[in-house]
């Protein structure tokens, strides 16, 4: 068959650290609305949107208009050297819904880019390359993201141009003694940690703390409530910038705001945003405090950024997610999976948690005979979803978790049958 010839291709040509899902490799043909379609002809329902990606589905009639409408100016690429004027809009729009104060903006292609330029801005603003980041945290591919990564993977490798700390604060909050404590309990023992580490493993000054609002390669695990707020003085005493890595937790995914720092009370200094900015359109970019973002004077930056087909494609977005409040979408349909999930699934052998916030949720598995984490479990409750017509990811500290980030377009309706289909493929899978 064609698929399997291609699926050799594939294989042949990229190395294995780029892995495909699926015993059988899905080849993707086509999407519409929430749903995919594969070469042989079936039909999924996408609670993956890509990789968060395609928030606003497939097949989005204003997107491709405007997107068809700027292919009909004849220009793909304007210089950074000149004025476009759907650059100055895209920037306006979201330098005032950062809710950063006096915001400067910069476009890049891609979320781990602007991880990147954050660092680098923070640390020659702080004149310092002294970073925290969060265990588990995951930042993206590029050298910086990967150094502030702090999944033990990435952590293992060993890169790191800044001199990086990670501290108590993510996915912990799920895992070992700390699972045992409440909310404030555990702000207090990870402020203690973070103090420790402020005070005695960096000899120099931190420039900069960055952190995901739900920590999502980890397996959809949101901050502990209180946590930002318990270590923003501390910061702020020690002139430590905040960035919020906002690549997947954007544009609404946490439900009811458009940002997840919104639901912890602190305003960071810098916000990285990515992934769904343009509906699958590649830009990611930086927005902060002017002051931070004047700090990289005297050089001339031209990056291939901010292209007009991606510009014009996040602008109609980032109408699209306001004028139909897709964040609040993302919390209705979010939560109605969420406690579908837990009345459903928690009480099963294989399910060791069922966490997250909005349309942002993970499910992790667990072997029954022991009780401890399986990443084994995950894959088949991965693939048991695909024969039921859905498509989930993986995710977690050990790819032990399944993970739902669907469009956040998605319809009650749709919440409740990809539901379904997880809790037969759960059911199916214990027994
Ligand atoms: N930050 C976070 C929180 C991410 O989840 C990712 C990608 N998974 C990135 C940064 C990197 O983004 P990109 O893949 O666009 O480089």
Same mark, same amino acid.
């Given at each position: 068959?064609?698929?399997?010839?291609?699926?050799?291709?594939?294989?042949?040509?990229?190395?294995?650290?780029?892995?495909?899902?699926?015993?059988?490799?899905?080849?993707?043909?086509?999407?519409?609305?929430?749903?995919?379609?594969?070469?042989?002809?079936?039909?999924?329902?996408?609670?993956?949107?890509?990789?968060?990606?395609?928030?606003?589905?497939?097949?989005?009639?204003?997107?491709?208009?405007?997107?068809?409408?700027?292919?009909?100016?004849?220009?793909?690429?304007?210089?950074?050297?000149?004025?476009?004027?759907?650059?100055?809009?895209?920037?306006?729009?979201?330098?005032?819904?950062?809710?950063?104060?006096?915001?400067?903006?910069?476009?890049?292609?891609?979320?781990?880019?602007?991880?990147?330029?954050?660092?680098?801005?923070?640390?020659?603003?702080?004149?310092?390359?002294?970073?925290?980041?969060?265990?588990?945290?995951?930042?993206?591919?590029?050298?910086?993201?990967?150094?502030?990564?702090?999944?033990?993977?990435?952590?293992?490798?060993?890169?790191?141009?800044?001199?990086?700390?990670?501290?108590?604060?993510?996915?912990?909050?799920?895992?070992?003694?700390?699972?045992?404590?409440?909310?404030?309990?555990?702000?207090?023992?990870?402020?203690?940690?973070?103090?420790?580490?402020?005070?005695?493993?960096?000899?120099?000054?931190?420039?900069?703390?960055?952190?995901?609002?739900?920590?999502?390669?980890?397996?959809?695990?949101?901050?502990?409530?209180?946590?930002?707020?318990?270590?923003?003085?501390?910061?702020?005493?020690?002139?430590?910038?905040?960035?919020?890595?906002?690549?997947?937790?954007?544009?609404?995914?946490?439900?009811?705001?458009?940002?997840?720092?919104?639901?912890?009370?602190?305003?960071?200094?810098?916000?990285?945003?990515?992934?769904?900015?343009?509906?699958?359109?590649?830009?990611?970019?930086?927005?902060?405090?002017?002051?931070?973002?004047?700090?990289?004077?005297?050089?001339?930056?031209?990056?291939?950024?901010?292209?007009?087909?991606?510009?014009?494609?996040?602008?109609?977005?980032?109408?699209?997610?306001?004028?139909?409040?897709?964040?609040?979408?993302?919390?209705?349909?979010?939560? #109605?999976? $969420?406690?579908?999930?837990?009345?459903?699934?928690?009480?099963? &052998? *294989? /399910?060791?948690? !069922? =966490?997250?916030?909005?349309?942002?949720?993970?499910?992790?598995?667990?072997?029954?005979?022991?009780?401890?984490?399986?990443?084994?479990?995950?894959?088949?409750?991965?693939?048991?979803?695909?024969?039921?017509?859905?498509?989930?990811?993986?995710?977690?500290?050990?790819?032990?978790?399944?993970?739902?980030?669907?469009? #956040?377009? $998605?319809?009650?309706?749709?919440?409740?049958?990809?539901?379904? &289909? *997880? /809790?037969?493929? !759960? =059911?199916?899978?214990?027994?």
């Amino acid at each position: 068959m064609a698929d399997d010839d291609l699926i050799r291709r594939h294989q042949a040509c990229f190395p294995p650290w780029i892995p495909t899902f699926y015993e059988r490799p899905l080849v993707i043909t086509g999407g519409d609305g929430r749903r995919l379609t594969d070469a042989e002809g079936h039909s999924y329902l996408d609670f993956y949107s890509g990789v968060a990606t395609s928030i606003l589905g497939y097949r989005v009639p204003e997107v491709w208009d405007a997107v068809a409408k700027q292919l009909r100016t004849g220009v793909v690429h304007i210089s950074p050297y000149y004025i476009d004027e759907t650059r100055v809009v895209l920037a306006e729009k979201i330098a005032e819904l950062s809710g950063i104060p006096d915001a400067k903006v910069v476009f890049t292609l891609t979320g781990s880019e602007a991880v990147d330029l954050a660092l680098s801005l923070a640390a020659l603003h702080r004149r310092s390359n002294q970073v925290l980041a969060l265990r588990h945290a995951f930042h993206g591919t590029s050298y910086g993201a990967m150094a502030v990564t702090g999944d033990r993977r990435w952590v293992g490798m060993g890169l790191a141009p800044f001199h990086v700390s990670h501290v108590r604060g993510g996915y912990d909050r799920y895992h070992g003694v700390y699972r045992e404590l409440d909310d404030a309990a555990y702000t207090e023992a990870c402020t203690r940690d973070l103090t420790e580490v402020i005070g005695v493993s960096t000899a120099d000054r931190v420039a900069a703390m960055i952190f995901e609002p739900v920590q999502g390669v980890a397996g959809g695990a949101p901050l502990a409530a209180g946590l930002l707020r318990a270590y923003q003085p501390i910061l702020r005493q020690e002139e430590i910038l905040l960035i919020s890595d906002e690549v997947q937790t954007g544009w609404g995914r946490t439900g009811r705001h458009l940002w997840g720092y919104q639901h912890h009370d602190v305003v960071p200094d810098l916000l990285v945003f990515g992934k769904g900015t343009g509906a699958g359109f590649p830009i990611g970019g930086v927005v902060g405090r002017a002051e931070v973002l004047e700090s990289m004077s005297g050089i001339r930056m031209s990056a291939t950024s901010g292209d007009p087909l991606s510009v014009v494609a996040a602008s109609v977005t980032i109408d699209y997610v306001r004028s139909r409040d897709l964040p609040a979408n993302a919390d209705r349909v979010g939560s #109605l999976l $969420l406690e579908g999930l837990r009345r459903e699934v928690l009480g099963s &052998a *294989i /399910v060791a948690d !069922v =966490r997250g916030q909005g349309l942002m949720i993970a499910i992790e598995l667990a072997d029954p005979a022991t009780g401890d984490l399986a990443s084994e479990v995950a894959v088949r409750v991965q693939e048991t979803c695909r024969r039921n017509g859905l498509l989930v990811g993986l995710g977690g500290t050990e790819e032990q978790c399944v993970s739902l980030l669907p469009p #956040l377009t $998605l319809t009650e309706a749709e919440g409740r049958e990809g539901l379904a &289909a *997880i /809790v037969s493929a !759960v =059911r199916s899978v214990e027994h």
